[in-house]
């Protein structure tokens, strides 16, 4: 699982790639503009982006260009366009891009593209944040034993356990998720982020800004995700209360 960055000003382009590398398991965030660009790259950190080069405010390109000036290259890009020339597309990889993908992508061509780009990201020896995932079984005997047991874990703060941990480990009054190997990934993911969040919310009284610090995101990006996963704010400070 990968953290991915996609800009584009379509709509309809930053919800099929959402939705696309979202069902193989990444943590897909999406930026309509330059702007918007810059400051996801700055909080969320992606392990890879894809970036449309025509748009409305600053041009792919150009952007590109700007994090190479600014040391801020630090993740693979990969480059999109419908109606891009090979001179810009030799000129973006000139300057850091890793590789260019022309629209309509095909899903074979953007699935081969992202996995190459994180596996050259990880030659690199860049920090990675750690996936939330149950710990996986040293052999296949223990594996198939593992998926017969819920997934439990510790919210993303703290440290991580499995169902099987020794009690005397575990800190007292803290909150599990559980969740069944047997769902789907997406629906197992959103099911934790779910109780993530309503977890920090808990916590925080309620407040916004307190929950968007703590958890590392933009308050714009946090409202959205809010929204996305059916939480309400109001009601979950209401049942602290």
Known sequence: MANILVVDDEMGIRELLSEILGDEGHVVTAA??????????????????????????????????????????????????????????????????????????????????????????????RPAAMPVRAPIAQDAHHHAATLDKPLTAQPAAGPMYSAAAPAALMPAETPFFTASFELPLREARDAFERAYFEHHLGQEGGSMTRVAEKTGLERTHLYRKLKQLGVEPGKIAKRGA
């Open 32 to 125: 309509e503009n330059a702007r918007q660009a810059r400051e996801m790259r700055a909080v969320e950190k992606p392990d890879l982006v894809l970036l449309d080069i025509w748009m409305p405010d600053t041009d792919g390109v150009t952007l590109l260009k700007e994090w190479q000036r600014d040391g801020l290259l630090t993740m693979p890009v990969i480059m999109m366009s419908g109606h891009a020339t090979i001179d810009t597309a030799v000129e973006a990889t000139r300057i850091g891009a890793l590789n260019f993908l022309e629209k309509p992508i095909s899903l074979q061509k953007l699935l081969k593209a992202v996995q190459q780009g994180l596996t050259r990201g990880q030659e690199v020896s």
